[in-house]
């Protein structure tokens, strides 16, 4: 296992969507446990969203990976993160290199900019961000030189 090629760790801690599953593989080599908390994937459940999320970045400072995903989200569920949680996101993580933002409803073509402060982001992948449009996408290119790939799944205003 401690020979695994770094991007392979990485998929199968991707394809893994159980905390417990995730930990299981973590305690098999301290490799993978060291990969393991340089990535976390949240949801509906971050809640109060900014607080919660600061809270992740302080705690984990050496984040490389986030995945945020709203699917399934009501309003019942609370408050979505917005163009400020990235933000947050961009200010208390310099690490960051892979983003994945999933079903979020409130991150416009602002909250994109936002992430143009991130030097180290490489990767980012969109799945239905339903405020972001083209434009906001082109701003994030043109501001952010290191980014390598750029996913954008179901987007509307596209």
Known sequence: ME???????V?????LHKASDRNS?????????AIDK???RVGCRLQPAYE???????????????EIDYSGWTSVLGKQLDDQGLSILACHCPSLTNLTLSFCAYITDVGLAHLA????LRSLKL?????????GILSLDLLNVSL??????????F
Do not use: A, H, W
């Open 25 to 33: 593989v973590s305690l098999t080599c301290k490799r993978i446990l």
């Open 52 to 66: 919660s999320l600061t809270s992740l970045c302080v705690r984990f400072p050496n984040m490389k990976t986030v």
């Open 11 to 15: 998929d199968i801690l991707g394809r």
């Open 3 to 9: 020979d695994l090629p770094y991007p392979l760790v």
């Open 148 to 157: 390598v790939s750029c996913e954008v799944l179901e987007c509307e205003k």
């Open 38 to 40: 340089q990535s976390v």
């Open 117 to 120: 402060s991130c030097s180290n």
């Open 127 to 135: 799945n239905f961000i339903p405020g972001i449009s083209g434009c």
